[in-house]
């Protein structure tokens, strides 16, 4: 029962934290619930049927459809995280004022909502199809465990759910004018671990073998499958044997996305009432 | 437009990934298996900084996820299929695989020498 909690746990961490951190990143932006909530129906429908379709798909493009599916649809992720951060650079002040003069901010950030509902199907449609798979595994096996499994999966869905509250908990206590600082960090490493990983399936598909060796074995400090080493995972593209590669796509997509967001803000010169004015 | 270019994209990347497979002279073709969640062998001995295709069949019925950080692979294996795995040049040393959906009893190691 523990072991179908963990590891239950383990594969919906990454979707977890996403969902928290996107929760805080839209304070104040309408209909988010229902941008949020479509998101994780639509990666829901999306694992299943990646993992009814899983041999089909391993067996694609001489055998490195999943690599290359999985190495496209983090790319993607990582487009969307850098577009929003880039959107977020000039729109959150606006955001931030609105939400500490009225205590809510009503902002029609559907375009960035939209993006960021991607980005979370995505997260649930990676985790989900694996944990699907797991399940499947063990229904399959035989009947007898069957309960004690399920029992375990309740537990670890729910600590995922637990997860999810406590991270956006967290975030929105920063306070508003901290806030979208904070999460646009966040949100930039986060799209720089994704594209790190993206490399990492792309390796493993034979199509990018450059500067292949491994960088450096933290192992030893900090396991990739432990709690804590998943979550670092996420939130920083933590990976105990990064390769090369993996770290120079992860420095160049942090640079990127963190100057392209510099740049994209509004100039700060102006008087702090003139936001009042524009919005 | 810009399904075209997706399709142009779509091929390049075919033809790279056929590129990269047809250059396979000089690399060693491995098999193991997977049966009762437990690799067989558990153990493969292979030599240095040469390049290894690695045959994995899942003889059960369950789907398993072959994963190995050290070699830097993770694949799903459904069950009663098979996947080839592109395992890089390695240096001497001794590496590690589990099956993540198994992990207590699928482990085994790939040792370089």
């Not at chain 1, 209909?31 to 067996?59: D, H, K, M, N, P």
Request: charged share 15%; glycine share 10%.
């Amino acid at each position: 029962m523990l072991a179908a909690a963990i590891i239950i746990f383990r594969e919906i961490i990454e979707a977890g934290l996403i969902v928290g951190i996107v929760l805080a990143v839209t304070q104040g932006v309408s209909y988010r619930g229902r941008w949020v909530s479509s998101g994780i129906i639509g990666g829901l429908l999306g694992a299943c049927v990646v993992a009814f379709f899983a041999e089909t798909l391993s067996s694609a493009m001489s055998g490195i459809g999943a690599e290359l599916f999985n190495a496209g649809i983090l790319a993607a992720a990582v487009c969307m995280l850098a577009w929003h951060n880039i959107w977020m650079a000039r729109h959150g002040r606006e955001m931030a004022a609105s939400l500490r003069s009225v205590g809510h901010a009503v902002v029609s950030g559907s375009k960035s909502m939209s993006a960021l509902a991607i980005v979370i199907g995505v997260a649930v449609l990676r985790e989900g199809s694996e944990v699907v798979l797991f399940m499947y595994g063990i229904a399959a096996a035989d009947g007898s465990g069957g309960k004690d499994v399920l029992l375990g999966s309740i537990i670890g869905l729910t600590s995922g759910i637990l997860l999810t509250m406590l991270t956006y908990l967290g975030l929105v206590r920063i306070p508003p004018q901290r806030l979208f600082a904070v999460t646009g960090m966040v949100v930039a490493f986060m799209a720089a671990g994704m594209a790190a990983q993206c490399v990492f399936f792309l390796a493993q598909a034979g199509v990018l073998t450059k500067f292949g060796q491994t960088i450096w074995d933290t192992s030893w400090l900090l396991s990739d499958s432990s709690i804590l080493g998943k979550i670092m995972h996420t939130l920083l593209g933590y990976t105990e044997q990064p390769s090369v590669m993996q770290f120079l796509v992860y420095i160049g997509t942090l640079t990127a996305i963190l100057i392209a967001s510099r740049l994209a803000a509004p100039p700060s010169r102006l008087p702090r009432n003139n936001h009042a004015l524009a919005a | 437009m810009k399904l075209k270019t997706v399709r142009v994209m779509v091929a390049a990347v075919a033809l790279f990934a056929m590129n990269s497979f047809s250059s396979a002279e000089g690399e060693l073709k491995l098999q193991l298996t997977i049966k009762d969640h437990k690799f067989e062998p558990a153990e493969l001995k292979i030599p240095a900084n040469k390049a290894v295709i690695l045959t994995v069949k899942n003889l059960d019925a369950t789907p398993e996820e072959f994963e190995s950080k050290s070699l830097k692979i993770e694949k799903v294996i459904a069950g009663g299929s098979e996947a080839t795995l592109n395992i890089r040049p390695l240096g001497i040393g001794t590496y590690k695989f589990v099956g993540e959906f198994n992990e207590k009893t699928a482990q085994g190691q790939i040792v370089v020498e």
